[in-house]
Structure formats: C-alpha cells, structure tokens
C-alpha cells in the first residue's frame, strides 16, 4: 500500500530557531500533500495545502510566513515553522494522495516539535 | 464549509462486544468518508472509507453505514479486541481531496 514517510519524528528546539519537516511519498508521486496540526487529544487541524511546482495553500489564521511549505518535487513536501516560539510545540503531520479526485489519503507518523 | 460532528467522544467496551461511533456532516455536496485510527504517538491509518454511491461497505470486523438524505455515517467494529484500542476519526470530502475531520473518538477495549 500507499507509504507517506515523515521525518523527524521528533525535535526540540530552542526559542528563535527554525525547524524543517519533510513528508516523502515513498512509492506513488504526489501532486498534493496537506499538513496539520494536531494538539493532544484534540483532532487534526489542517494548516495549509502543499502543491508540487506552486505556491501553497493556507487555512485561515495560519501564518504563511511562520511556516514555509516548499513542494519541490512530486514526492517530497518541506514544513519549515520559522523563529520557534514554545507555542508553536505540537505534532505536526502530513497527508498525501495519489491525486485523483476522492483517492484515499495517507498520513506520516508524524513530528512531534517540543520548542524550548 | 464542511462540519463533521462525532460521537461519543469517548467509548469503553467488553472484549467481544461491538463498538459503533457515528459521524454527521453538513455539505451534501461531500462523496468521500474514510475512517481512520490514530493510536498514541502516530499519525492516523485509513481502515476503511465509503462513497456516496454506496450505502455499506465491510472489512472482516469493521464496516461503515452511509446515508446520505440524513448526512449521516457510522463506523462499527465486531467482536472488538485490545488492539482495537485506540482514536478513531471520521472524516469527509468533496472536491479537492480536503478532508474535514469529526472530533474523535476514544475507544478503549477492555480485556
């Protein structure tokens, strides 16, 4: 089946610092892949929508500037959070599909970011 | 936009017994609900999805009920287990892949 790859599954960072997540299609190319967010015990918030080749999409009320999306290639999507602040610790997680309408989306294991 | 509501939010079951979570949505213009398990520390599994075309679909223990006129969808899981323990999400789409999450639901399985 379908394997999406997150990497790292863990990080803690300093204030001010910046963090890069990766989510890797390991065996179908993704033209979409999604990221969320995700605070303990609640559901997942999806952030914003990563489009391979263009920019990408954010939710309202998510700073597009303190989290950089870069899609470079059909299997690989980067979440950058820029200066950390202890807020912004959480599980991050992506998603991806093999991009027809509807086909079953498969999440990462997940980042969980401890800012300190 | 799509609102998915889930309950219960929390479900503790026998070892054996079934366990049934429902889920409703609010654009029925949404075709696509796929059902997923989270457990501690990892990132949500697909285990079973149905479309709007269908009104049930079965997977060894788990199916999922669809009806439509009512927007309203159900997971069931048969002769429950402890692995069975975990979150379970439902979820729904329309056009564009996105997927709008219910709040979940803790299921603990009790040996």
């Known amino acids: 089946g379908a394997v999406v790859s997150q990497h790292p599954s863990w990080v803690i960072c300093k204030s001010g610092t910046s963090v890069k997540i990766e989510c890797r299609s390991l065996?179908?190319?993704?033209?979409?892949m999604f990221w969320y967010r995700q605070f303990p015990k609640q559901s997942l918030m999806l952030m914003a929508t990563?489009?391979?080749?263009?920019?990408?999409?954010?939710e309202q009320g998510v700073e597009k500037d303190k989290f950089l999306i870069n899609h470079a290639s059909l299997t690989l999507s980067t979440l950058t959070v820029t200066s950390a602040h202890p807020e912004d610790s959480s599980f991050y997680i992506c998603?991806?599909?093999?991009?027809?309408?509807?086909?079953?989306?498969?999440f990462g294991n997940g980042t969980r970011l401890t800012v300190t | 936009g799509e609102n998915v509501e889930q309950h219960p939010s929390t479900l503790s079951v026998q070892e054996g017994d079934s366990a049934v979570i429902k889920c409703t949505y609010s654009?029925?213009?949404?075709?696509?609900f796929p059902w997923y398990k989270q457990e501690l520390g990892k990132g949500p599994q697909l285990i079973i999805d149905?479309?709007?075309?269908?009104g049930e679909k079965k997977d060894q223990r788990i199916a999922v009920t669809l009806n439509k006129t009512a927007k309203h969808f159900s997971l069931h899981i048969t002769e429950t287990q402890p692995e069975d323990s975990a979150v379970y999400f439902c979820?729904?789409?329309?056009?564009?892949?996105?997927?709008?999450f219910g709040g979940g639901t803790r299921l603990m399985v009790k040996p």
């Open positions: 998603s991806a599909g093999r991009g027809a309408i509807n086909s079953p989306l498969h």
């Open positions: 065996d179908f190319q993704a033209t979409t």
């Open positions: 990563s489009n391979e080749g263009s920019k990408a999409t954010y």
């Open positions: 654009d029925s213009a949404s075709n696509y």
């Open positions: 149905i479309r709007s075309n269908v």
């Open positions: 979820a729904a789409s329309g056009a564009g892949n996105m997927l709008t």
